[in-house]
């Protein structure tokens, strides 16, 4: 069994770069045991809605950057929203995430406040809700809060600051810092708050990446979402031909991202770790052997099968010709075939937050 308190950034390092089959293992294992001694064994689901692809920045990375022309931009009506929200709480998932490219502006702001509430409504308050919608103001954070969203997701992407103005456009709508300063305002609104980090970018080392393990623990971060970086090619990104490329989803990019969801799980015993759809792309099987590495919870999309194909930010995203109620019984055959129980119409709240 692995010790816990080893893990300076020298030891992740060696984690991170470990070759043996059979110590990676172990870590994986080590870090199965964790979660199940902490949290417990059960998934979470949260149902995934992609509320728009429109999206006003140009990460260098994703595919529907704004100037990417070739994508047919859409917004889903209020009654497809509300469609999906109903979907998933009659089918039992406790909570959904409501996932959008990043937009301000007031109309766009009262919307998805009234979506939310909605949403609540709807639900006699028993859908948990997350945000995922980027960087806003404070006010807007709170006006969102206020309505019924209690947990947020915005990643990092990276917690080196020299490598993110390496994978965005340098201008101050693209600032690590105020990226940050956005992560500081969530926790301080009362969100349960998650972040996560593309892993295997190019440019990025171990020594990053363990970085970003020691950031993510010293914020005390409540939940993470993380996974490969995969290529697009119709981003600057994509068409990028230097640095460690080979990573962008191969199989050793997988490898690494279960170490990864391993050391975190060492490190922060009782947090939420999503096993990401990103890890599904390189391996059938990647969400399951995320969960056994110690992920605890699953995004499954709901998202109508119409607008599906226009939200790749990478190339072959799964499941994108599937609707809502393929993408659950695809994945609870998977689950059940891995012996994972789910805990359904439950909340699964990190046991982090007090
Ligand atoms: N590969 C992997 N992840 C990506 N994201 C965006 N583009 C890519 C890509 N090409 C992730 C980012 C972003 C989240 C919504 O999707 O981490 O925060
Ligand atoms: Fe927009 Fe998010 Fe894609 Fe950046 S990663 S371009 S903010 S959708």
């Known amino acids: 069994m692995i010790e816990r308190t080893l893990f300076s950034s020298e030891h992740l390092v060696g984690f991170l770069e470990e070759k043996d089959p059979i110590k990676i293992q172990e870590l994986l294992t080590s870090a199965y045991k964790v979660k199940v001694d902490n949290i417990g064994s059960k998934v979470y689901l949260r149902g ?39 979907f998933a709480w009659k ?9 959008a490219g990043e937009r301000t502006g007031t109309n766009y702001i009262k919307k998805v406040t009234k979506l939310v509430k909605k949403i609540k409504e709807l639900s006699n308050g028993e859908l948990g809700i997350t945000l995922s ?16 969203a209690h947990r947020y997701l915005l990643r990092i992407e990276t917690s080196n600051p020299n490598l993110y103005s390496k994978i965005h456009p340098n201008n101050k709508d693209h600032s690590w810092e105020r990226r940050l300063q956005a992560l500081i305002n969530l926790k301080e609104v009362g969100y349960q708050t998650g972040t996560g980090v593309m892993i295997g970018l190019p ?93 605890n919870i699953i995004m499954p999309n709901m998202t109508i099968s119409e607008v599906r194909k226009n939200y790749q930010i990478y190339e072959n ?38």
């Open 48 to 86: 995934l809605i992609e509320l728009s692809n429109i999206c006003t920045k140009n990460c260098y990375y994703c595919g529907i950057r704004h100037a990417n022309s070739n994508v047919l931009r859409y917004e889903l009506s209020e009654e497809q929203v509300l469609g999906a929200a109903m």
């Open 91 to 99: 089918s039992n998932y406790g909570s959904l995430v409501l996932q």
């Open 133 to 148: 919608l980027g960087e806003q103001s404070k006010e807007v954070f709170q006006e969102w809060f206020d309505a019924g």
């Open 203 to 295: 440019y990025q080392t171990s020594q990053d990446l363990a970085n970003d393990l020691l950031f993510m623990k010293e914020f005390g971060i409540h939940m993470v979402g993380m996974g490969p970086y995969l290529k697009h090619s119709e981003t600057p990104l994509g068409q990028l031909v230097i640095g460690n490329q080979q990573l962008a989803g191969g199989n050793q990019s997988l490898e690494i991202s279960l170490k990864m969801v391993a050391l975190l799980r060492l490190l922060m015993p009782k947090i939420n770790i999503a096993a990401t759809t990103a890890m599904q792309v390189i391996d059938p099987e990647g969400r399951d052997k995320a969960v056994l590495a110690g992920a």
């Open 317 to 354: 995203k799964p499941g994108i010709k599937d609707d809502a109620a393929i993408s659950k019984s695809k994945l609870e055959a998977n689950l059940s075939k891995n012996g994972i129980e789910i805990g359904w119409s439950q909340w699964g709240d990190s046991k982090a937050f007090e």
